[in-house]
């Protein structure tokens, strides 16, 4: 079974509105959680960190929070634009081993 | 360019045929792996190395697939015989063990692989 979930698998939204993606693992213990964005075509970008003791953290228009007790990460997207359409995914960073991947979400923006 | 990079970026070939992929990380990166990915999924784990040593290969990687790390810098990855399930985009990311907490996988371009 995958450590890392990942839902919804898409989303369709109006540009200028928001969404939340969601992210749930099993990993433990681990040193971080990144959220990635991959553009069609192109290798994934880290977009946020969080380490265990971290709640939430910004970049822009992205926010991420992290809740360490439910074993639960957010991405929210404040009012998106059609440059947000993207795949979106959960990366947990173990202490010990090698990166666990989501499988993304698929987000497109619509004008 | 101090990125990942990966040779080539497109690749067209025959079913039968063999095909070698190549990745340069990141100088300093002590870990690089290789990933697949299909259209709409996530990257796919393949295999990864720490230094010229390869600590892990899936199970899902049948014996056609072989990848290898000789000096602990490039990397390749060689597909046999392909087929036409092996048609996917091929990432390679590299990473540092230093610094723990910030561990980050910083990824190529990818090579896209269509077996005809």
């Known amino acids: 079974k995958n450590q890392v979930e990942q839902s919804p698998q898409s989303l369709i939204i109006l540009e200028g509105k928001n969404c939340t993606l969601q992210c749930n693992y099993t990993v433990s213990p681990f040193s971080n959680l990144r959220w990635y964005k991959q553009d069609t075509g192109r290798g994934p970008v880290s977009l946020t960190i969080m380490t265990f003791s971290e709640n939430t953290k910004s970049n822009g228009r992205y926010t991420a929070t992290l809740d360490a007790d439910t074993k639960q990460s957010s991405l929210h997207i404040t009012a998106s634009q059609l440059s947000d359409s993207a795949s979106y995914i959960c990366v947990v960073s173990p202490w010990k081993g090698k990166f666990q991947f989501g499988a993304g979400t698929q987000v497109v923006v619509t004008p | 360019d101090t990125g990942v990079s990966q040779d080539p970026r497109h690749k067209i070939t025959k079913r039968g045929q063999n095909v070698t992929f190549r990745c340069d990380p990141i100088s300093e990166h002590n870990r690089l792996y290789w990933y697949r990915q299909t259209l709409g999924q996530g990257p796919e784990f393949l295999t990864y190395?720490?230094?010229?040593?390869?600590?892990?290969k899936s199970r899902l990687l049948s014996d056609r697939f072989s990848a290898e790390r000789p000096k602990g810098s490039f990397s390749t990855l060689e597909i046999q015989r392909t087929e036409q399930g092996d048609s996917a985009m091929y990432l390679c990311?590299?990473?540092?063990?230093?610094?723990?907490?910030?561990?980050?996988?910083?990824f190529g371009q990818g090579t896209r692989l269509t077996v005809v």
């Open positions: 990311a590299s990473s540092s063990t230093n610094h723990r907490e910030q561990a980050e996988a910083f």
């Open positions: 190395f720490q230094n010229e040593a390869q600590l892990e």
